[in-house]
């Protein structure tokens, strides 16, 4: 398994421009999540998804967009990116509550976004 | 709202010499608790997690964790620190019914030989 891949590693954008960032995993996993990691501020949710079709927005959803049309992707839409959208971006999936209990959530590598 | 919170921002000890890393929740109900670990330019592993039973929690490369409800606390705890434990270590935690995880700023974890 290939776990959670996420592209592009590295990213720089002007302010204004959009872009996409996606993740995949091939775990079958249901629940699937987007954090951005800011220096002193931990991991904050940006939008999740309980399933194919299913999404909600976490604790920093402003602009940002995201759907889930199959059980495998879930790609994160920066709208019109700005300089306070510089972070590093971690994809997460893990089993959902129908596989029974909390289970831990697996990471993709990240993607450092850079905005000008 | 649920928060976490780890109140050191860096932990320095020898290598050999016990490790304990400070985690405090505000998870309403039942807590679902759990440790990750991030080493430089990777995303974060699972460590261990608590979710019910057993206050003590045994998890990966020897780590410990201990959950107490009357002090609202989940300190991972390793007898023995290795130089290869130097990372960055987080607490996070979520509601047994919830869907959204929240974690704490951060430890980073400096072990010197």
């Known amino acids: 398994n290939a776990g959670v891949t996420q592209t592009p590693k590295f990213q720089v954008l002007k302010t204004g421009q959009s872009m996409t960032l996606q993740c995949a995993q091939d775990m079958n996993h249901e629940y699937m999540s987007w954090y951005r990691q800011d220096p002193g501020m931990g991991l904050r949710l940006i939008h999740y998804s309980v399933g194919a079709g299913i999404t909600d927005q976490g604790e920093v959803p402003n602009g940002y967009n995201v759907s889930r049309s199959t059980t495998e992707d879930f790609p994160l839409r920066l709208l019109s990116a700005a300089p306070s959208q510089t972070s590093v971006y971690f994809c997460?999936?893990?089993?959902?509550?129908?596989?029974?209990?909390?289970?831990?959530?697996?990471f993709g590598p990240g993607t450092r976004l850079t905005v000008t | 709202a649920q928060s976490v919170a780890q109140p050191e921002d860096q932990v320095n000890v020898a290598e050999g010499n016990p490790l304990t890393v400070k985690c405090t929740y505000s998870v309403s109900g039942n807590p679902y608790l759990f440790w990750y670990v991030q080493y430089p330019n990777r995303g974060l592993q699972f460590l261990l997690k608590y979710i019910t039973g057993d206050n003590l929690v045994k998890g990966s490369y020897g780590f410990e964790a201990e959950f107490n409800k009357s002090q609202t606390s989940f300190h991972l705890k390793k007898p023995s620190a290795l130089v290869s434990d130097s990372a960055l270590y987080f607490c996070?935690?979520?509601?047994?019914?919830?869907?959204?995880?929240?974690f704490g700023g951060g430890t980073r974890v400096l072990v010197k030989p």
């Open positions: 997460a999936s893990s089993y959902g509550p129908r596989a029974g209990g909390p289970s831990e959530q697996y």
């Open positions: 996070a935690g979520k509601k047994a019914a919830g869907n959204k995880l929240t």
